[in-house]
């Protein structure tokens, strides 16, 4: 198994950014309209400068989900190329598909990739950071556990996001698993045309 990316995010790409998106849809909205819409705009994806990857997910309640929802989730190279997105053609096709969406912004406070090629599969835990925390500490602590998870088979990547505005840790892991209702969020696709480069450092 090839070693996983370990580093700090700050010693990988130094201004990297977390992002995502979620479209909450109704109960009997047809969920295969958006599995159509996802395969028709993939190859797209693969294009968009500045982008390490972005998972696409879908929740469907007939798989055990709270709601029907559609999400983006990003891992930039940087703010720029998250702006250049947010203000370009693709971002104006999912506010004329779904409205504008409230993006939600992580700075990468750690970064670790494994060994697997593709992920079936996004989980996430949030924590809060409490006000006496060491953060110094507390990132080498994350670093450490990220290391163990990346060493798992079937993992993809597992990144934590900093939101310095809540003092919130968020953990977010992708895996070759097969998804159900209690492990986390289907992934419909995978597009990662920077994800190479950032193995390679």
Known sequence: MAAPCNRPAATQEGTMLVARYRHRLPADYPMDRIRARVAERA???????????????????????????????????????????????????????????????????????????????????????????DLARL???????????AGHPGVLATLVGLDPATWRLTRFTLEADRVDAESGTEVAHLAAPGLAALRSL
């Open 43 to 133: 190859p797209a994806w693969d294009a968009i400068p500045g982008l390490i990857f972005k998972a696409v997910t879908v929740e469907e309640r007939v798989r055990g989900a709270a709601a029907n929802a559609y999400s983006s989730f990003y891992l930039w190279r940087d703010a720029g190329a998250a702006a250049d997105f947010l203000s370009g053609p693709g971002f104006q096709a999912v506010i004329d598909g779904f409205g504008r969406p409230q993006v939600e912004t992580w700075l990468p406070f750690t970064v670790t990739l494994g060994a697997a090629a593709t992920t079936l599969t996004l989980s996430e835990e949030t924590r809060q950071i409490g006000p006496d925390e």
């Open 139 to 149: 990132r080498e602590t994350e670093q450490v556990r990220g290391r163990d998870i």
